[in-house]
Each structure stands twice: as C-alpha cells, then as structure tokens.
C-alpha cells in the first residue's frame, strides 16, 4: 500500500478544477474564452507529464472535472422520486465522469508516447 502524498491529490484536485472551470464554455452560460484559455492550460498540463501513466491520470482528473460539471443535468432524474433513488444520482454522475475520462485519458496517453515521452 502506497503513503498518502497531499501533493499527488493536491495535483489531482487541480486537474478537475481545470477541467470544471473549462466547462461553463457550453450552452447556457456560453463562456467560450474562459474555456478556450482553460483548454489551453489543459494542453501544457498534459505535454509537461513526466510519464506516460502521470499523462494518463492527468487527462483522467481533467476529463471527469469537465463531465462532471458539463453533465451535471445527468443527476435530474433521479430526483423524481428523491427518497427511492435520490442516492443512486452522486455514483451515476462520478462513474459516468470517470468513465468518459478513460477517453480523454487514453487520448493523453497517446500523444505522450507519439511526442517520444
């Protein structure tokens, strides 16, 4: 089992802030500069990755802040009938975050090894 490093999550919640903060650049809000520079970022973020797995972790964290915020709409439903699955809608959104990250996260892996690590 490996220690708690502060500084790997501290990492990792700033990769999904970056990701959450480039989201309001959708409908409604609209807010396509403040998205365009936090994809920019984004970009750096991911070309500095010392390793193909922190690439990896790194595009994952972004990914599942981006979805998390962007689908937030997902979690609706759930509270129709709040006290019968009012519990199932924060797993339905954070699995359905993490799991479009894989893709955003394979795509970080991709072009850290195509840049020859």
Same mark, same amino acid.
């Given at each position: 089992?490996?220690?708690?490093?502060?500084?790997?999550?501290?990492? #990792?919640? #700033?990769?999904?802030?970056?990701?959450?903060? *480039?989201?309001?650049?959708?409908?409604?809000?609209?807010?396509?500069?403040?998205?365009?520079?936090?994809?920019? &970022?984004? &970009?750096?973020?991911?070309?500095? *990755?010392?390793?193909?797995?922190? *690439?990896?972790?790194?595009?994952?964290?972004?990914?599942?802040?981006?979805?998390?915020?962007?689908?937030?709409?997902?979690?609706?439903?759930?509270?129709?009938?709040? &006290? #019968?699955?009012?519990?199932?809608?924060?797993?339905?959104?954070?699995?359905?975050?993490?799991? /479009?990250? /894989?893709?955003?996260?394979?795509?970080?892996?991709?072009?850290?090894?195509?840049?020859?690590?």
């Amino acid at each position: 089992m490996q220690p708690f490093r502060p500084r790997l999550w501290r990492d #990792r919640l #700033r990769d999904m802030v970056l990701g959450a903060v *480039a989201a309001p650049g959708l409908a409604p809000f609209g807010l396509w500069p403040l998205a365009l520079v936090a994809f920019g &970022l984004v &970009l750096v973020r991911i070309a500095r *990755a010392a390793s193909g797995r922190e *690439a990896f972790l790194r595009g994952l964290f972004i990914a599942a802040g981006w979805f998390g915020v962007s689908l937030n709409w997902i979690v609706q439903p759930f509270f129709v009938d709040p &006290l #019968r699955y009012g519990w199932m809608a924060p797993f339905a959104l954070l699995l359905i975050a993490f799991g /479009l990250g /894989l893709f955003w996260a394979l795509a970080a892996l991709t072009a850290h090894r195509l840049r020859g690590g």
